[in-house]
């Protein structure tokens, strides 16, 4: 069975204070790991997109990896505006197109 | 690129009326809609998959009588709770890809209460 677990799941840091975010994963065949944003009663925001291990992919202060296990989402140097829930999901071979999301990581970053 | 909107963004209904929900792609034509359901402080459940012009493929535990869903066109998918109850209450947000592309984009959102 596909499964996405996220760790931690809340993370409190101080503006510029550099950590990540975890998401480790198992599913029959990778199409597709997708990282959102998600701010309270919004929809989730696309982030990334990682299609195979050794990918990264960078949005300004974010930085997105992926290996056959798990995917890092890195945030450098964070700024209050980056205070939201990341939601990292996967697209396997089976159920075309679905998503299977993990239960998101809470970030608050403090001035 | 790549806008999806919800409407209503809220509404608030008595138990036992129905509801209506729009999704809408705006700048692409959408050959797949999702529809999720999210409580509070918990992930996205993904409640349905429609294809344009098909019936729509719901989750086990999803019941299809209660949650009406046409996606008619290929930038329109409805969601109908039908006979709502206060238990249906909930968060709901649609997604929609196209052909050849994995990417979801999502909604909004739409708040349901219902009293």
């Known amino acids: 069975e596909d499964q996405v677990t996220q760790s931690p799941e809340a993370l409190r840091l101080q503006e510029g204070e550099s950590s990540s975010l975890n998401c480790s994963y198992t599913?029959?065949?990778?199409?597709?790991l997708f990282w959102y944003r998600q701010d309270p009663g919004k929809g989730p925001e696309f982030l990334f997109t990682?299609?195979?291990a050794g990918e990264e992919k960078e949005k300004e202060r974010l930085k997105a990896t992926l290996t056959k296990k798990e995917s890092f989402l890195h945030i450098t140097a964070p700024k209050p505006e980056d205070s939201a829930t990341y939601l990292c999901?996967?697209?396997?071979?089976?159920?075309?197109?679905?998503?299977?999301f993990g239960a998101g990581t809470r970030l608050a970053v403090h001035p | 690129g790549a806008v999806v909107s919800q409407h209503p963004s809220w509404v608030i209904c008595k138990s036992g009326t129905s509801v209506k929900i729009e999704c809408r792609s705006l700048?692409?034509?959408?050959?797949?809609m999702f529809w999720y359901r999210q409580f509070p402080k918990q992930s996205l459940m993904l409640m349905a998959t429609?294809?344009?012009?098909?019936?729509?493929?719901?989750e086990q535990g999803v019941e299809k009588d209660k949650f009406l869903i046409n996606h008619a066109s290929l930038t329109l998918s409805t969601l109908t709770v039908t006979s709502a109850h206060p238990e249906d209450s909930s968060f709901y947000i649609c997604?929609?890809?196209?052909?050849?592309?994995?990417?979801?984009?999502f909604g909004p959102g739409t708040r349901l209460l219902v009293l």
């Open positions: 997604s929609a890809t196209t052909s050849g592309r994995e990417t979801q984009y």
């Open positions: 700048d692409f034509q959408a050959t797949t």
């Open positions: 999901a996967v697209q396997g071979t089976v159920g075309y197109n679905k998503l299977i």
């Open positions: 990682l299609y195979s």
């Open positions: 429609s294809n344009e012009g098909s019936k729509a493929t719901y």
């Open positions: 599913v029959s065949g990778l199409r597709g």
